[in-house]
């Protein structure tokens, strides 16, 4: 981030030391555990302030500790030497709701129309055709044009969506552990038995 961002109910000396590196030690650990995991997420899941999140996400990025991206509305977090930009656009996608439901089924049911993901998801049309743009944008989603319209797909199949979400998204794999778990050995299978 360009400038800090003083925690609220004060100015940084407002707050002591020892409080603020416990913050920054609780931020740290909470983006290397969830890469990808934008501002908003990490003020939910930490019980912090946005305005005292924004402080220490912009001196942790400063010192290098952590670095981010802009992706449309959102600044999604991770640390500094983590994976390569699809990965970290990808993980950023998967800390959002309706992206990250949207990539589930499309890596269990590949090949889906915009109709068929708007049923499966309880969202509306409009709104799946807007997240699929940007996912097709980012290079996560690709459309096929067959005879019959327009389907969507993971580029590059589902089998990395699936292996990050396992590694990055223990909860989410939690639920749909079954499913993705199966995707993920028929992917293998299919590459010769290797992983993604």
Excluded at 48 to 72: D, T, W
Excluded at 165 to 171: L, N
Aim: charged share 25%; glycine share 12%.
């Amino acid at each position: 981030m360009a400038r800090d961002w003083a925690p609220a109910g004060g100015g940084s000396g407002s707050e002591p030391q020892e409080d603020q590196n416990e913050t920054r030690r609780r931020i740290l650990e909470y983006v290397s555990r969830h890469p990808g995991v934008h501002l908003r997420g990490l003020c939910r899941e930490l019980g912090l302030a946005m305005g005292e999140a924004q402080y220490h996400v912009g001196r942790l990025e400063k010192e290098g500790r952590i670095s981010s991206v802009r992706r449309g509305l959102y600044r999604f977090f991770y640390p500094p030497t983590i994976l390569g930009e699809r990965q970290k656009d990808v993980l950023g996608m998967l800390s959002l709701d309706t992206p990250r439901e949207l990539l589930l089924h499309l890596v269990e049911n590949p090949n889906r129309s915009q109709a068929e993901l708007a049923k499966a998801t309880g969202v509306s049309q409009p709104t799946v055709s807007w997240h699929l743009k940007r996912l097709m944008e980012l290079g996560v989603v690709q459309r096929e044009q067959t005879a019959q319209g327009a389907t969507y797909s993971v580029a590059g199949g589902g089998a990395s969506v699936a292996s990050l979400i396992r590694d990055y998204h223990p909860g989410v794999w939690e639920r749909w552990s079954g499913r993705l778990a199966d995707i993920f050995i028929s992917y293998s299978e299919g590459e010769g038995g290797e992983g993604p």
